[in-house]
């Protein structure tokens, strides 16, 4: 078996050294800039789009613009946003999620036990990159509520069937594209919205993060390959998760298998020598805001080259953890 370690596609990176070598002096906004945004608009559906450094970044500039009290999954999420938050002196409540994945009946009794008026709901479009969110239903009920729905797409921008990262849905959609990201880029991050007050409000802090246009000419060009990669990246995930016992959220479409057990950096260990990945580590442990917070170790599937996802190479990852797992 032979697994790689996600890159950025080849003409990914030809097209950001082709930037790198453009002596030309440009009037105004960097045609490479022009043309991310212009792509981001067709994928997400909204009418602006600013490219900006990083995908923390793009969190500050969302984070900055609202007022009031933002509710946060209580688990499964960015924890860059508690600390954004937190930095901001922005109000952060958490919601009772299943493991990460909300749902409408959580989310309604969670406003039940809450004073305040939640301006905004921040989700990732995948609960711990496992659990695809059910975000076209908490839209429609936050719609009603007058809550604005804020999505990291990070995860699953591009997603072909439209159910994630879409702009019809949600009102705020914010991502990162450094390594290793569905658009895999090596940095950089962007928000798309509707509505321009949010972009208004943060215009310096916009123009401080703005992206380089060899990041720019990254994106532009690797959002080719996103809907591709998140198929292939979920497929592969959903086979996996048909052939292993004991994995959370097994019936919800993601890029990231989690395993509970009693002792993970003991099991962590043995997979990681075991799954012998060319590059970087794909196994997590957990507890941690970010995954779930109970004992588990994760299968970062999202991690690896979707091109090594073949169906030869699925079957021993899985033999390889059940071996190591029950
Ligand atoms: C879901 C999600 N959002 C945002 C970020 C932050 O992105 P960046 O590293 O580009 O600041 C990360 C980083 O891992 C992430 O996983």
């Known amino acids: ?46 009418k602006h789009v600013r490219v ?5 970044a793009a969190i500050m500039i969302v984070l900055n613009s609202l007022e009031g009290p933002i509710l946060v999954p209580d688990q499964g999420s960015w924890s860059g946003v508690l600390k954004i938050a937190d930095f901001l002196s922005k ?13 409408v009946d959580l989310l309604e009794e969670s406003l039940n036990n809450i004073a305040e008026n939640p301006q905004a709901l921040f989700i990732s479009s995948l609960a711990a990159y496992t659990a695809e969110q059910p975000i ?33 849905i949600s009102n705020i959609i914010l991502a990162s594209t450094g390594s290793p990201k569905l658009v895999n880029v090596g940095s950089g991050g962007f928000i798309s919205t509707d509505k321009q007050e949010i972009l208004d409000k943060s215009s310096l802090l916009i123009r401080s993060f703005r992206s380089s246009p060899i990041i720019a000419a990254g994106i532009a060009q690797e959002l080719e390959f996103a809907g591709d990669n998140y198929k ?51 196994i997590t442990i957990c507890p941690r805001y970010d995954r779930i917070e109970e004992r588990a170790v994760c299968v970062e599937i999202k991690n690896l080259d979707p091109d090594c996802l073949n169906k030869k190479n699925l079957r021993e990852i899985s033999a390889v953890i059940t071996d190591i797992m029950f």
């Open 1 to 46: 078996m032979h697994l790689k370690y996600k890159r950025a596609h080849k003409k990914t990176q030809e097209a950001m050294a082709l930037t790198a070598q453009d002596s030309n002096i440009y009037k105004g906004m960097h045609p490479q800039l022009r043309k991310a945004q212009e792509k981001l608009k067709i994928i997400t559906g909204h």
């Open 52 to 56: 900006v450094n990083s995908g923390n």
């Open 91 to 103: 109000d952060l409540i958490k919601v009772e999620t299943d493991k990460g994945l909300l749902s």
């Open 136 to 168: 076209l239903e908490l839209a429609n009920f936050c719609k009603d509520q007058e809550i604005l729905v804020v999505e990291d797409a990070s995860g699953a921008i591009g997603d072909p069937e439209k159910k994630l990262g879409n702009g019809k």
């Open 232 to 282: 292939k990246l979920s497929q592969a995930t959903s086979y996996l998760k048909n052939r292993i016992k004991e994995v959370i959220h097994q019936k919800r479409s993601g890029t990231n298998l989690i395993l509970p057990c009693s002792d993970p950096p003991r099991r962590a260990q043995e997979l990681r020598s075991s799954l012998n990945v060319e590059g970087k580590n794909i």
